[in-house]
């Protein structure tokens, strides 16, 4: 099983970065401003000294922008800090069996499962994967029985083609014996193989598909059982 935690080094270098911009670009401005009050203050007029005021409000800003700066980067570290816990915390989850809300397959190596729910028994299942343009890819009966159901997809559409590998939209038609729809619940379960860190989220790859942690709901103490389709 691989593992990693992609790009939390590149996002904390990036916050830093911003944060030492701001400093530098704050010590620049207020170097020039003491310059122009040292050589205004060396050149005036002894017996009619300027006002003082606009450099003493000027200076009271410049205090309100260090302090601001100084808070930015403050708060950035307790940030990276939180993200590199979440991110350290979620690598927990390798190996483990989870169940994340999601209706989507990856197909990996010419393999997916697909998994659902169904509160009761059900007459027929029908299961849809479509592409990501929204066309019927394959088509095929799923179990009944009340309960979870994980099916594998070996990859091949309706036209018995095999076809590329990706994450794939997908679907649960069930119907009761009158022909009622009964209403499915369609996750994504199976076993956490790697996690990543992108975009200020933590990633969890199960199945083949990349899914924030926030999709995570519950963690299985064992794997569902699998039927393997056409």
Same mark, same amino acid.
């Given at each position: 099983?691989?593992s990693s935690?992609?790009? $939390?080094?590149?996002a904390s270098?990036?916050?830093?970065g911003?944060?030492?911009?701001?400093?530098?670009?704050?010590?620049?401005?207020f170097?020039?401003?003491?310059k122009i009050?040292?050589?205004?203050?060396q050149?005036q007029d002894?017996?009619s000294?300027?006002?003082t005021?606009?450099?003493?409000?000027?200076?009271?800003?410049?205090?309100?922008?260090?302090?601001?700066?100084r808070?930015n980067?403050?708060?950035?570290t307790?940030?990276?800090?939180?993200?590199?816990?979440?991110?350290?915390?979620?690598?927990? /989850?390798i190996?483990?069996?989870v169940?994340?809300?999601g209706d989507t397959v990856?197909?990996?190596?010419g393999?997916?499962?697909?998994t659902y729910?169904?509160p009761?028994?059900?007459?027929r299942?029908?299961?849809?994967? /479509?592409?990501s343009?929204? *066309?019927?890819?394959?088509?095929?009966?799923?179990?009944?029985s009340?309960?979870?159901?994980?099916?594998?997809?070996?990859?091949?559409?309706?036209?018995?083609? *095999?076809?590329?590998d990706?994450?794939y939209?997908? $679907?649960?038609?069930a119907m009761d014996g009158?022909?009622?729809?009964?209403?499915?619940s369609s996750?994504v379960?199976?076993?956490v193989?790697?996690?990543? /860190?992108a975009g200020?989220?933590v990633l969890?790859t199960?199945?083949?598909?990349?899914l924030?942690?926030s999709q995570l709901?519950t963690?299985?103490a064992?794997?569902?059982?699998?039927t393997?389709g056409?």
């Amino acid at each position: 099983m691989a593992s990693s935690v992609g790009n $939390t080094s590149s996002a904390s270098s990036a916050a830093s970065g911003a944060a030492a911009a701001a400093k530098a670009t704050f010590g620049n401005n207020f170097d020039t401003f003491l310059k122009i009050l040292t050589t205004q203050l060396q050149n005036q007029d002894p017996t009619s000294p300027m006002d003082t005021t606009t450099f003493t409000t000027q200076l009271v800003q410049f205090s309100q922008v260090e302090q601001s700066i100084r808070q930015n980067s403050n708060l950035e570290t307790l940030i990276q800090m939180q993200q590199a816990t979440q991110s350290a915390n979620a690598v927990n /989850y390798i190996g483990k069996t989870v169940e994340m809300s999601g209706d989507t397959v990856g197909l990996v190596n010419g393999q997916g499962t697909i998994t659902y729910t169904l509160p009761q028994e059900a007459a027929r299942v029908i299961v849809s994967v /479509y592409n990501s343009s929204g *066309q019927l890819v394959a088509q095929q009966d799923g179990e009944t029985s009340q309960g979870d159901h994980a099916l594998t997809w070996n990859g091949y559409s309706n036209a018995g083609t *095999q076809v590329a590998d990706g994450t794939y939209n997908v $679907t649960i038609s069930a119907m009761d014996g009158a022909g009622k729809e009964i209403q499915t619940s369609s996750r994504v379960i199976g076993e956490v193989t790697k996690v990543d /860190y992108a975009g200020g989220t933590v990633l969890l790859t199960v199945n083949g598909i990349q899914l924030p942690i926030s999709q995570l709901s519950t963690v299985r103490a064992t794997p569902i059982s699998t039927t393997t389709g056409s």
